[in-house]
């Protein structure tokens, strides 16, 4: 593997409402010398929230969720992406790939010993995490999803994603905290701001840049067939509860694409309905967490 990159921890001096002191794995099966910095709170044989961000944010994202989670007694579980927050972040932007990031997830779940999981997902913690319960279905017991989709080649893809995409590829160096303060008006200077802290330049957002590129668009795309397989799973095999949240303002991955989602999980419930939110649903967390937590109760 060519040069890796560590953000500067000086860079995560000012992180409003994000207490938490992140823990670090540098031998996961297949990936070892690449470290992954986690959140890991609440007591170790709780049962998990499992939470994963999506692009181009990181665990920063579920800073208003976490308390609430906190608050059932559970443990939860955050790591950011290899390219994404305190995780390292390889400079080669070929190294990342739909495949990279799936397998580090699930050398990350084993390697922890994680069981009892409720999946907490949203945009990529989506199109990654909702493909794996498949592989190990005996570690998951409860599903939280917000925007995001089930990536399967065999289902267009939106023209607002497509619109994203080249947005996205036409901005390499992309302003993090700009996107992010404008998708979520409410944020303050210094949390957007935070959003920026993992990039000190435009060597650091490789990760950033490939997401958009990796959705499988077709059939053949990489990934796709992982995602049919899931698909399936999810239509026949899921057992446990699930509780959808969607942030109504979201263009690209909003309530027609939820809702198509729903129908692929089975005895899904239907979807708690945010009108304020939007893409990034976890900045409306404060709402979205409670509602989330009693819904999986009922």
């Given at each position: 593997?060519?040069?890796?990159?560590?953000?500067?921890?000086?860079?995560?001096?000012?992180?409003?409402?994000?207490?938490?002191?992140?823990?670090?794995?540098?031998?996961?099966?297949?990936?070892?010398?690449?470290a992954m910095s986690f959140l890991?709170?609440?007591?170790?044989?709780?049962?998990?929230?499992?939470c994963l961000h999506g692009e181009?944010?990181?665990?920063?994202?579920?800073?208003?969720?976490?308390?609430?989670?906190?608050?059932?007694?559970?443990?939860?579980?955050?790591?950011?992406?290899?390219?994404?927050?305190?995780?390292?972040?390889?400079?080669?932007?070929?190294?990342?790939?739909?495949?990279?990031?799936?397998?580090?997830?699930?050398?990350?779940?084993?390697?922890?010993?994680?069981?009892?999981?409720?999946?907490?997902?949203?945009?990529?913690?989506?199109?990654?995490?909702?493909?794996?319960?498949?592989?190990?279905?005996?570690?998951?017991?409860?599903?939280?999803?917000?925007?995001?989709?089930?990536?399967?080649?065999?289902?267009?893809?939106?023209?607002?994603?497509?619109?994203?995409?080249?947005?996205?590829?036409?901005?390499?160096?992309?302003?993090?905290?700009?996107?992010?303060?404008?998708?979520?008006?409410?944020?303050?200077?210094?949390?957007?701001?935070?959003?920026?802290?993992?990039?000190?330049?435009?060597?650091?957002?490789?990760?950033?840049?490939?997401?958009?590129?990796?959705?499988?668009?077709?059939?053949?795309?990489?990934?796709?067939?992982?995602?049919?397989?899931?698909?399936?799973?999810?239509?026949?095999?899921?057992?446990?509860?699930?509780?959808?949240?969607?942030?109504?303002?979201?263009?690209?991955?909003?309530?027609?694409?939820?809702?198509?989602?729903?129908?692929?999980?089975?005895?899904?419930?239907?979807?708690?309905?945010?009108?304020?939110?939007?893409?990034?649903?976890?900045?409306?967390?404060?709402?979205?967490?409670?509602?989330?937590?009693?819904?999986?109760?009922?």
């Amino acid at each position: 593997m060519n040069e890796i990159l560590r953000t500067p921890e000086e860079r995560f001096a000012n992180l409003p409402g994000f207490p938490w002191s992140p823990r670090s794995i540098d031998d996961l099966v297949g990936f070892d010398g690449l470290a992954m910095s986690f959140l890991d709170e609440g007591p170790a044989t709780a049962p998990v929230f499992l939470c994963l961000h999506g692009e181009p944010t990181w665990s920063y994202l579920y800073r208003r969720m976490i308390p609430h989670f906190l608050a059932t007694g559970s443990r939860v579980i955050a790591p950011d992406f290899f390219g994404f927050g305190r995780s390292d972040k390889p400079a080669d932007d070929a190294i990342y790939t739909f495949d990279f990031h799936r397998n580090s997830l699930i050398a990350f779940i084993r390697a922890l010993d994680l069981t009892d999981i409720t999946l907490v997902v949203q945009d990529w913690g989506g199109l990654l995490g909702l493909t794996l319960p498949m592989e190990m279905p005996e570690r998951f017991a409860r599903l939280v999803v917000m925007n995001t989709i089930l990536p399967t080649g065999d289902v267009p893809l939106t023209k607002g994603f497509l619109d994203w995409r080249a947005y996205a590829n036409g901005h390499p160096d992309m302003a993090v905290g700009k996107l992010l303060a404008r998708t979520c008006p409410h944020l303050s200077p210094s949390e957007a701001a935070a959003y920026d802290a993992p990039y000190p330049d435009v060597r650091y957002k490789g990760g950033v840049r490939q997401f958009p590129n990796l959705v499988p668009e077709f059939v053949d795309s990489k990934g796709a067939a992982v995602g049919r397989a899931a698909r399936e799973f999810w239509r026949n095999e899921w057992r446990g509860p699930s509780v959808m949240a969607i942030g109504m303002t979201d263009p690209v991955l909003g309530p027609p694409v939820m809702r198509g989602l729903r129908r692929d999980i089975r005895g899904c419930p239907e979807p708690l309905e945010f009108v304020d939110a939007g893409h990034f649903v976890q900045e409306w967390g404060e709402e979205v967490a409670p509602a989330a937590i009693a819904a999986l109760q009922h």
